[in-house]
């Protein structure tokens, strides 16, 4: 069974910095897509950052960008998400979610989500 | 950049009842659209891909359709698990990946 779990999440300054993780099991995780999505409070989706399965294509949200690292160890089985400059809005549930596999195309809808963890920023 | 947008933003319906939710895109996305639902203190859960692809597990109450700019979810017989968020969101020009700003659907 495919389980994502992040952690990492808490509160943080504004211009603060946070690590999150995203740990896998129940696939072969060197062989998946992977992003991050985040949903700030009472508010919709907010898809933030992309890695290829080797870790070498990676995308941001203009909202993030310069900001935000997104990176991954294959070894570990672990996707993560450096967070530098936070911001209050920032603020927000932050999901790991995995894209399907790819087969002669590659899609990217999100097949398994982790529960999420919390980032509040705030003085 | 893409931009989802879906109406109503809330659904009042009565159980066993029909309910239809819209998706639109600002350009057209092809068939490159997925569905998904959330409930309160939940991940999303996928439910539809490829426009009108139920994911494993769906059940068949639940139907997309569309394509180009243009969509729809189905949910045909309202059940007291289906009150919850509904999501769109395209994959056919990205970055960005994004989404519909959500239907809610509550019991009437």
């Known amino acids: 069974e495919v389980h994502l779990e992040e952690s990492g999440g808490g509160l943080v300054q504004p211009g603060g910095s946070l690590r999150l993780s995203c740990a896998a099991s129940?696939?072969?995780?060197?062989?998946?897509?992977m992003n991050w999505v985040r949903q700030a409070p009472g508010k919709g989706l907010e898809w933030v950052s992309y890695i290829s399965n080797s870790g070498y294509t990676i995308y941001y949200a203009d909202s993030v960008k310069g900001r935000f690292t997104i990176s991954r160890d294959n070894a570990k089985n672990s996707l993560y998400l450096q967070m530098n400059s936070l911001r209050a809005e920032d603020t927000a549930v932050y999901y790991c979610?995995?894209?399907?596999?790819?087969?002669?195309?590659?899609?990217?809808?999100?097949?398994?989500w982790g529960q999420g963890t919390l980032v509040t920023v705030s003085s | 950049e893409i931009v989802m947008a879906q109406s109503p933003a809330t659904l009042s319906v009565s159980p066993g009842e029909r309910a239809t939710l819209s998706c639109r895109a600002s350009q057209s996305v092809s068939s490159k659209l997925a569905w998904y639902q959330q409930k309160p203190g939940q991940a999303p859960r996928l439910l539809i891909y490829d426009a009108s692809i139920r994911a494993t597990g769906i059940p068949a109450r639940f139907s997309g359709s569309g394509s180009g700019t243009e969509f729809t979810l189905t949910i045909s017989s309202l059940q007291s698990e289906d009150f919850a968020v509904y999501y769109c969101?395209?994959?056919?020009?990205?970055?960005?990946?994004?989404f519909g700003g959500g239907t809610k659907v509550e019991i009437k």
């Open positions: 979610a995995r894209n399907p596999p790819c087969g002669n195309d590659c899609s990217r809808w999100f097949d398994n």
């Open positions: 969101q395209q994959y056919s020009n990205w970055p960005p990946l994004t």
């Open positions: 129940g696939f072969t995780f060197s062989s998946y897509e």
